[in-house]
Each structure stands twice: as structure tokens, then as C-alpha cells.
């Protein structure tokens, strides 16, 4: 995709457009630099680790195993879980000074993966001419703001290393208190009779049953 024609799908700002249209950029991610490729995916990794453990301080705090937590928490969204969390948490933890503990690295946590939505949520794109990489980055929390910022595989790197720690610092935390949830044993039960696809397919023998 072309830069103008990028531009003008994002936000019509003459100075925004007169700004952006000095580069030639490329938005195809199959061309942007192989290490900078490995920084993104390292992010996208580290991230997917963290929200694990958020999930499982959920489950553990809850007192149920990954199984039943992973029914409640996989797509609630950051701030969700840390609400559910620490209301959790509450409950479960009766020393106020390890409950402000764990809000603290949880804190630490959501905020290293808001840093993780500034590059999985924005498009990355290399300029041609100088090979350089940036981030497109758009706001519009009641004004649009859009902004070119340089990528630094160091920076992409150091990020994520910030994810990471920050949820293997919370993760450490759980397993000290003992709150890590069961992982449960063996071949699960056989759910094909009442899943959700077998649920869809007798109420669709129900209709046309009539």
C-alpha cells in the first residue's frame, strides 16, 4: 500500500498528510527487516506468557484449576483481569502487605503490556529510500493524533524484556504463596456430546423439526 493513498484512509489533516507524504513507505510487514521482525515476535511472546499468568493468579485466587479459569478469563481483556484479579485476590490473601505486593507487580504488569498494544496495534513500515523502520501510530481518544515513531529493534527488545520480567516477577510471587493453579492430569473428559458444536447441531434439529 502506497503511502498517500495509507494517509488519506487514516485522517484527511493537510499538515499530517504534507508531513507523511516526504516518505516513501512501505507498509508490507513480509519487508520490513528480518531483526526487527524477531523483536516484534519476541514482544508478541512475551506478552502471550504474561497474560498467562495473569489468568492463572485468577484461577489460583479463585481456588480452581487452569481448566475451569481458562473459562472465565481467556478473552476478558487486560483491564478486566486485573479488576477480577485483585477483587480476587482480596478474598483470598488476609496479609494486607502481600496484597499490596502483588497489586504492585501487577500494576508493573498492565502497564508493560499497554507498551505491548503500541506495537501490535499500530503499522510498522520501512521507508524505501533510507531503509529506515517506523510505527504508525493512531489515537483518537476525542482527537485523532497520528504520529510516525522510529523502530529500534534495542528499544523493541528492551520492551519486551520489560514484559517478560514483569510477569515472572508475579508469576514468582504466586508460586511463593502457593497460588498457582492445578494443571489437571491425564486425557480430559469427552465433551463432544454437549460442546458447543453438538449443542448447534440439536438446535438446528429442533428447527427443522419445526
Same mark, same amino acid.
Given at each position: 500500500m502506497r503511502t498517500r493513498a495509507l494517509i488519506r484512509r487514516l485522517v484527511s489533516s493537510i499538515s499530517f498528510f504534507e508531513f507523511f507524504d516526504?516518505? &516513501?513507505?512501505?507498509?508490507?510487514?513480509?519487508?520490513?527487516?528480518? &531483526?526487527?521482525?524477531?523483536?516484534?515476535g519476541l514482544i508478541t511472546a512475551c506478552s502471550a506468557h504474561s497474560d498467562y499468568v495473569i489468568e492463572s493468579g485468577i484461577a489460583g485466587c479463585l481456588g480452581v484449576n487452569i481448566e475451569y479459569g481458562s473459562a472465565v478469563t481467556t478473552h476478558?481483556?487486560?483491564?478486566?483481569?486485573k479488576d477480577v484479579f485483585l477483587a480476587a485476590a482480596e478474598l483470598r490473601i488476609d496479609d494486607v502487605h502481600i496484597l499490596i505486593h502483588l497489586e504492585d507487580l501487577?500494576?508493573?504488569?498492565?502497564?508493560?503490556?499497554?507498551?505491548?498494544?503500541?506495537? =501490535?496495534?499500530?503499522?510498522?513500515?520501512? &521507508?524505501?529510500?533510507?531503509?529506515e523502520?517506523?510505527?504508525?501510530?493512531?489515537?483518537?481518544?476525542?482527537?485523532?493524533?497520528?504520529?510516525?515513531?522510529?523502530?529500534? =529493534?534495542?528499544?523493541?527488545?528492551? &520492551?519486551?524484556?520489560?514484559?517478560?520480567?514483569?510477569?515472572?516477577?508475579l508469576y514468582g510471587l504466586l508460586d511463593k504463596l502457593g497460588l498457582l493453579p492445578k494443571?489437571?492430569?491425564?486425557?480430559?473428559?469427552?465433551?463432544?456430546?454437549?460442546?458447543?458444536?453438538?449443542?448447534?447441531?440439536?438446535r438446528k434439529s429442533r428447527r427443522d423439526r419445526g
Amino acid at each position: 500500500m502506497r503511502t498517500r493513498a495509507l494517509i488519506r484512509r487514516l485522517v484527511s489533516s493537510i499538515s499530517f498528510f504534507e508531513f507523511f507524504d516526504m516518505r &516513501d513507505l512501505d507498509f508490507n510487514p513480509n519487508n520490513l527487516p528480518k &531483526d526487527v521482525l524477531e523483536a516484534l515476535g519476541l514482544i508478541t511472546a512475551c506478552s502471550a506468557h504474561s497474560d498467562y499468568v495473569i489468568e492463572s493468579g485468577i484461577a489460583g485466587c479463585l481456588g480452581v484449576n487452569i481448566e475451569y479459569g481458562s473459562a472465565v478469563t481467556t478473552h476478558m481483556t487486560t483491564p478486566h483481569r486485573k479488576d477480577v484479579f485483585l477483587a480476587a485476590a482480596e478474598l483470598r490473601i488476609d496479609d494486607v502487605h502481600i496484597l499490596i505486593h502483588l497489586e504492585d507487580l501487577l500494576d508493573e504488569l498492565v502497564d508493560a503490556l499497554k507498551v505491548r498494544n503500541g506495537y =501490535v496495534h499500530n503499522s510498522p513500515a520501512i &521507508d524505501r529510500s533510507t531503509n529506515e523502520t517506523f510505527m504508525i501510530r493512531t489515537e483518537a481518544r476525542g482527537s485523532v493524533d497520528v504520529s510516525l515513531i522510529p523502530l529500534s =529493534v534495542e528499544v523493541i527488545l528492551r &520492551d519486551a524484556q520489560r514484559i517478560y520480567k514483569a510477569g515472572i516477577s508475579l508469576y514468582g510471587l504466586l508460586d511463593k504463596l502457593g497460588l498457582l493453579p492445578k494443571i489437571p492430569d491425564g486425557v480430559r473428559p469427552n465433551r463432544t456430546h454437549k460442546d458447543k458444536a453438538a449443542r448447534k447441531k440439536i438446535r438446528k434439529s429442533r428447527r427443522d423439526r419445526g
